[in-house]
């Protein structure tokens, strides 16, 4: 003998609502983890934004306290860092401060502040470029000390110093720079 089971509406209304909750949240939890992981992206691309401006700028030590003959790099160097002023804003747009990044809260609590100190970073880099462009290195050595005086005002109030550095906790393996 063959038995059916007869739902009535109530249940089949209940259990379609059940289905649809536990489909939403596989979707939320999903959902969840793409935006951990789009989190950790965001944070990676921050540093290695920052280690592009922390190279060009080793880079101009290099070449300024070894007295190279290389025309026209610092101007280069210089101009990459000020468009890379450009970028820093956006890419700490969004207020996350893992674990793993050396940004701290006071960025999105004074954004204002913030970027007054890229646009100050931007207008050192801008020049710094002029400086070495018109050669003379009389003008380039002030405006690379002012153009180093401009990391510090946003690195000061708005990166972990070096011991509190995610960095610096054991077993770490990520990138060495700022974001």
């Given at each position: 003998m063959i038995r059916t089971t007869r739902f009535s509406f109530s249940t089949?209304?209940?259990?379609?609502?059940?289905?649809?909750?536990?489909?939403?949240?596989?979707f939320a939890n999903a959902a969840l983890a793409d935006s951990h992981e789009n989190d950790a992206a965001q944070v990676e691309y921050r540093q290695t934004l920052m280690e592009i401006v922390g190279a060009?700028?080793?880079?101009?030590?290099?070449?300024?306290k070894n007295g190279l003959t290389l025309?026209?790099?610092v101007a280069v160097h210089a101009g990459q860092m000020a468009e890379m002023a450009q970028l820093?804003?956006?890419a700490f747009k969004n207020n996350i401060a893992t674990d793993?990044?050396?940004?701290?809260?006071?960025?999105?609590?004074d954004w204002t502040k913030f970027e007054s100190a890229i646009g100050d970073f931007e207008e050192a880099?801008?020049?710094?470029?002029?400086?070495?462009?018109?050669?003379?290195m009389a003008t380039v050595g002030p405006a690379m000390k002012a153009l180093g005086k401009s990391?510090?005002?946003?690195?000061?109030?708005?990166?972990?110093?070096?011991?509190?550095?995610?960095?610096?906790?054991a077993g770490h393996a990520g990138h060495d720079d700022h974001g």
């Open positions: 089949f209304l209940r259990l379609t609502i059940s289905a649809i909750l536990i489909g939403s949240l596989g060009n700028m080793g880079a101009m030590g290099d070449i300024m025309p026209g790099h820093i804003a956006p793993a990044t050396d940004a701290k809260q006071k960025i999105w609590q880099a801008r020049n710094l470029q002029a400086a070495a462009k018109g050669g003379d990391c510090g005002g946003c690195h000061k109030p708005f990166r972990k110093p070096k011991e509190e550095s995610f960095k610096s906790k």
